[in-house]
């Protein structure tokens, strides 16, 4: 059974910085990709950043340039550094990944979510 487990969310003035973490766990072949959603009360979850299994990275253009995604493959985590954070980047964020179990087609998989709040 495959995990993501997130941490680093919290409360943080505007302007400031956070590191989300989330690390996979599991029964996993191969991990195709892995990216980070968010998701505001009354909007639809929103892809913040992706990076592939080759590190090819994507980000939202509300993020670009203040956020970066990062993976690191011997501890199976993927990080989403937030710099310059403003009130409307609070969110609760979401680890998406997207793995094969075996040689089969890839599933989707996600996080519990974890809050960040900017606000002074």
């Known amino acids: 059974q495959v995990q993501l487990v997130e941490s680093g969310g919290g409360l943080v003035q505007p302007g400031g910085s956070l590191r989300l973490s989330c690390a996979e766990s599991g029964s996993i072949f191969s991990t195709i990709a892995m990216a980070w959603y968010r998701r505001t009360p009354g909007k639809q979850r929103e892809l913040v950043a992706s990076?592939?299994?080759?590190?090819?990275?994507n980000y939202a253009d509300s993020v670009k340039g203040r956020f970066t995604i990062s993976r690191d493959g011997a501890k199976n985590t993927v990080y989403l550094q937030m710099n310059s954070l403003k009130p409307e980047d609070t969110a609760v964020y979401y680890c998406n990944a997207r793995i094969r179990v075996d040689r089969g087609p890839p599933n989707d998989y996600w996080g519990q979510g974890t809050q960040v709040t900017v606000s002074s």
């Open positions: 990076i592939s299994s080759i590190g090819n990275t």
